[in-house]
């Protein structure tokens, strides 16, 4: 058994259900669980009556200490066409339609080294906890390649097997090149989950299944992906919803259903779903979530480049929703910081919107700050082990040091300055007791050469000339 004990910290926010934070904080991991919380004079003076002896003492002085960032929804694969769309100006659907055909091209390296490189970007933002969407599965690719890839730089991973299976000439949005038979998918869905999938406490690993969106499934397959779920534990089920006007438009069209109706009419609400997005609830759909226990995961960087619109989040966060947050897609926000999205949350719900006037104090840097960790752990049914630093919990936390240029004047409220700050670059990052970020360097990534071929695969899908994959 291992032991590490950070010290000195300004500050340590556990968001325990006090919401305490701490004066020069300090915390003691054996192996990967937290032990004690504590003052470092206290933790110091437990050490030395229990007879420890820290296998590692990690001075935190100038730093605050947060509990880890869970990142509830992303593509990883999109690290490879950033800019695509977003610099044209263009909406969802456009921005869908221009981009599939470049996805598919993509092979199981492309899915591995984007998802290496947008993973190493989320640890250096603050981020422990990832969830990620991979909906297309061209050129032999497989959701192992990314599990892959989240392995070997030690996050917590949860991969969702996502699938297109409603082409163009059914009346869907994806073309029918980048679809797959739904038989394929369920039996995909049914071998990651046996082989990968880890219900038990202080997993790194579980797998949901997530169907792409109401325009680019079938209803059948909504309900048997559902189904299937359900027979396992802890599988929890994920999709796009409500993300724009465009989308209730086809849902009425097509179902004669606002799209959280056809989502009841499928099976799909519960404590085991979540939706990404939710721009355009009703208030009655507020209330419905909030009563069957659905989460949402907002978006808002992706929300403001597609002019998707504003989510209501403070309605939803008012009426007991479960609410996280996520980057989405680096080609639909073209950054992958997890600390900057909290900000970006905090700041979008103040400027107000058609029916709401601007409030200043109507989202706090407090409240921006749990939606990224207890409401991502509540949103992924992890709230017995992820989410705040308390005894007993996962040892996941992550340090930002306030003692530089980017902090230097916010010293009245240390907590706050994170978001209100230009957001910062993780000092010291540990995930399930490991260090993944030391001193704002990943010590075991070596960035230059992965990211060079990560470019060169990316200008390979951009070749117009080919619509075959990347050799």
């Known amino acids: 058994m291992t032991t590490k004990l950070i010290t000195n910290a300004k500050v340590l926010v556990t968001m325990d259900a006090d919401r305490l934070e701490i004066p020069d904080g300090a915390i003691l991991i054996r192996d990967n669980v937290i032990e004690a919380v504590d003052t470092t004079a206290e933790l110091e003076k437990y050490c030395t009556e229990q007879g420890i002896t820290p296998d590692e003492t990690i001075d935190a002085t100038g730093t605050v200490i947060i509990p880890g960032l869970i990142n509830c929804h992303h593509h990883l694969y999109q690290t490879l066409t950033r800019t695509v769309g977003t610099a044209q100006g263009l909406s969802l659907f456009d921005w869908l339609k221009t981009l599939y055909k470049i996805w598919g091209k993509m092979d199981g390296e492309a899915v591995y080294v984007s998802a290496k490189v947008g993973l190493s970007e989320l640890l250096l933002s603050g981020a422990t906890t990832v969830a990620d969407h991979l909906y297309l599965f061209p050129n032999g690719a497989k959701l192992d390649d990314e599990i892959r890839a ?84 802890k599988v929890n089920l994920h999709t796009h919803l409500a993300e724009t006007i465009d989308e209730d438009r086809f849902c009425m069209e097509k179902f004669g259903m606002r799209p959280l109706e056809y989502m009841e009419s499928v099976g799909w609400l519960g404590d085991d779903v979540w939706f990404a997005h939710m721009v355009h609830p009703s208030s009655d759909e507020i209330v419905q979530m909030a009563e069957t226990r659905t989460g949402i995961c907002h978006c808002p960087s992706s929300n403001m480049i597609l002019a998707s619109g504003i989510a209501p989040v403070r309605e939803m966060v008012d009426a007991g929703m479960k ?25 979008l719900q103040r400027v107000g919107w058609p029916g709401f006037e601007a409030w200043a104090d109507r989202f706090s840097a407090r409240e921006a700050l749990e939606l990224a960790t207890l409401g991502g752990a509540r949103v992924l049914r992890r709230e017995d082990d992820i989410g705040s630093l308390e005894v007993g919990k996962s040892a996941d936390l992550v340090a930002f040091r306030i003692d530089g240029l980017t902090h230097a004047g916010g010293q009245s409220d240390l907590v706050a300055s994170l978001m209100t700050c230009a957001p910062g670059t993780a000092w010291l990052s540990i995930i399930n007791g490991q260090v993944v970020v030391r001193e704002g360097e990943l010590p075991h990534v070596d960035l230059p050469p992965l990211i060079k071929r990560h470019n060169e695969i ?4 951009l070749a117009s000339d080919s619509d075959k994959p990347m050799n």
């Open 458 to 461: 990316a200008a390979g899908m």
């Open 150 to 233: 989240a392995q070997e730089l030690g996050v917590r991973f949860h991969p969702t097997r996502g699938s297109m299976s409603l082409g163009e000439s059914q009346g869907g949005l994806p073309p029918d090149s980048v679809c797959q038979d739904e038989e394929s998918i369920l039996e995909d869905c049914i071998r990651v989950i046996e082989e990968f999938h880890d219900a038990e406490m202080h997993s790194m690993l579980r797998i949901g299944l997530a169907p792409c969106s109401p325009f680019s499934v079938t209803g059948e397959l909504m309900k048997k992906t559902a189904d299937l779920a359900r027979k396992y534990p």
């Open 323 to 347: 609410v996280a947050l996520g980057v989405d897609g680096s080609a639909s926000n073209d950054g992958n910081h997890m600390l900057g999205e909290a900000r970006q949350a905090m700041l």
